[in-house]
T-cell receptor, first 113, second 114 residues
Framework: TQLLEQSPQFLSIQEGENLTVYCNSS?????LQWYRQEPGEGPVLLVT?????EVKKLKRLTFQFGDARKDSSLHITAAQPGDTGLYLC?????????????FGTGTRLTIIP | EAQVTQNPRYLITVTGKKLTVTCSQN?????MSWYRQDPGLGLRQIYY???????DKGDVPEGYKVSRKEKRNFPLILESPSPNQTSLYFC?????????????FGPGTRLTVL
């Protein structure tokens, strides 16, 4: 079973600060997805990256897939209270991309107003 | 509205009493999956299904059964629940047309086995 380690596990920062969350594995994935989960709800997909070195931006969020497709990072610029939540990375294996996903343990982010 | 529904949302039961958690999607998705989420362990896949009558084990299938008789439904069955199956369960679905298709999650079922 592939393992995805996320760091940090918990992060609490002031509104307006920047932050980076990391997702690392010793395994190669065909795709890497990032989700955000809020209390009482299921995870919601933020982005999928499929090419080594790929960078995607979603407003203040920047996602990068490592060149070797073993790791990924999520960078948030000027964090806002609405960014608070549990962030999960998930590595996809197989030609269908998300046929089987392995999830990381998550990063619980709290933005303090 | 495109959605994945799960029932019940909350369930408290006793050891050994068979239960079923239902999952239904209205997006005509081929792929459906069940996960459990536990503190410090993240989401772990229990079973998944690529289409009707096609199911396969995920990472933690022991103690669970599934069936896929219809495309829209993917029930999770616990024949003899035990306390270590106390967890938050999520059903998810997606199309298999593209590699980057979104996986949609249900709202979760919080199960407690006493």
């Amino acid at each position: 079973t592939q393992l995805l380690e996320q760091s940090p596990q918990f992060l609490s920062i002031q509104e307006g600060e920047n932050l980076t969350v990391y997702c690392n594995s010793s395994s190669v994935f065909s795709s890497l997805q990032w989700y955000r989960q809020e209390p009482g709800e299921g995870p919601v997909l933020l982005v999928t990256v499929v090419t080594g070195g790929e960078v995607k931006k979603l407003k203040r969020l920047t996602f990068q897939f490592g060149d070797a497709r073993k790791d990924s990072s999520l960078h948030i610029t000027a964090a806002q209270p609405g960014d608070t939540g549990l962030y999960l990375c998930a590595g996809g294996i197989s030609n269908f991309g998300n046929e089987k996903l392995t999830f990381g343990t998550g990063t619980r982010l709290t933005i303090i107003p | 509205e495109a959605q994945v529904t799960q029932n019940p949302r909350y369930l408290i039961t006793v050891t050994g009493k068979k239960l079923t958690v239902t999952c239904s999607q209205n997006m005509n998705h081929e792929y459906m999956s069940w996960y459990r989420q536990d503190p410090g362990l993240g989401l772990r896949q229990i079973y998944y299904s690529m289409n009707v009558e096609v199911t396969d084990k995920g990472d933690v299938p022991e103690g669970y059964k599934v069936s896929r008789k219809e495309k829209r439904n993917f029930p999770l069955i616990l024949e003899s629940p035990s306390p270590n199956q106390t967890s938050l369960y999520f059903c998810a679905s997606s199309s298999l047309v593209h590699d980057t298709d979104t996986q949609y999650f249900g709202p979760g079922t919080r199960l407690t086995v006493l």
